[in-house]
């Protein structure tokens, strides 16, 4: 495998353990109020329609012929929109604009809900929690599996997955110690390393734009990390020097 391939399948790996352990944390406040039966049923099922999904998406860009450097231009758009959100949210995060997400906060507003909540209701909270994570990691198996192996990224995300499920079940609490915001500012700037050299390459000539061919994917994720990083800390400074002028 080539760097691009290589480069893809963490990019969907990481992205996909971030959505698992969302996943994973209201499975586990379901399984502690109607059993793990029954959650484990409700979360199988909206995997299964994931799976489905994958599987359908799959067959069908095999079957349909298009100009790929069209389909590329495409998929790095969409690359561009989906990293983007990521990628100025941890920023956000970064610079203390926005709070950090909290694994054990989650895990305790859903045990809320379902304290209140009926058997069948709290049933379908684990259902719709799985499947809302798991249609994001579709989203991303499709829009990087036809750019590098849709075999690799699917195993990729399934990968991440059986991990998660792995450390989950060992642990049988929520994934507090997960990096979530360093994971997402990491898988977004890579996203975006991979729309931008996608996207121009499949809109223009992309010998030209891309001299350095694939070695440029490592210069677009370093670009994006270090002017990541400065933004977080310019945005930063406005807050503490207020915070030094109060007396």
């Known amino acids: 495998m080539n760097a691009t391939q290589w480069g893809g399948m963490t990019a969907v790996f990481l992205a996909s353990a971030v959505e698992w352990v969302e996943a994973f944390t209201i499975v586990l406040a379901v399984a502690l109020s109607i059993g793990w039966a029954r959650a484990a049923g409700a979360a199988a099922a909206a995997l299964a329609v994931v799976a489905a999904l994958i599987a359908v998406t799959g067959a069908g860009l095999n079957v349909v012929q298009a100009d790929i450097r069209i389909i590329r231009a495409a998929i790095g758009l969409f690359l561009l929109l989906f990293g983007l959100r990521w990628y100025v949210k941890a920023i956000r ?12 906060n989650e895990f305790a507003q859903a045990r809320e809900r379902i304290d209140h ?22 989203l991303l198996v499709v829009a990087l599996g036809r750019s590098i192996s849709y075999r690799q990224a699917a195993g990729s995300a399934m990968a991440a997955l059986l991990a998660v499920i792995a450390v989950g079940l060992v642990l049988r609490k929520p994934l507090t110690q997960v990096p979530e915001n360093t994971l997402k500012f990491t898988v977004a700037c890579a996203l975006l390393a991979f729309g931008t050299f996608w996207s121009l390459g499949g809109l223009l000539d992309e010998a030209k734009v891309w001299p350095l061919g694939d070695a440029t994917l ?30």
């Open 218 to 247: 490592l210069l677009l994720f370093t670009v994006y990390a270090v002017a990541g990083r400065l933004s977080a800390f310019k945005l930063r400074v406005p807050q503490l020097a207020t915070q030094g002028a109060r007396p």
């Open 117 to 138: 909540a009926e058997t069948r209701v709290a049933w379908a909270v684990a259902f719709k929690g799985v499947l809302l994570e798991g249609l994001e990691v579709w």
């Open 93 to 104: 995060r970064y610079a203390g604009r926005t709070k950090l997400h909290d694994e054990a």
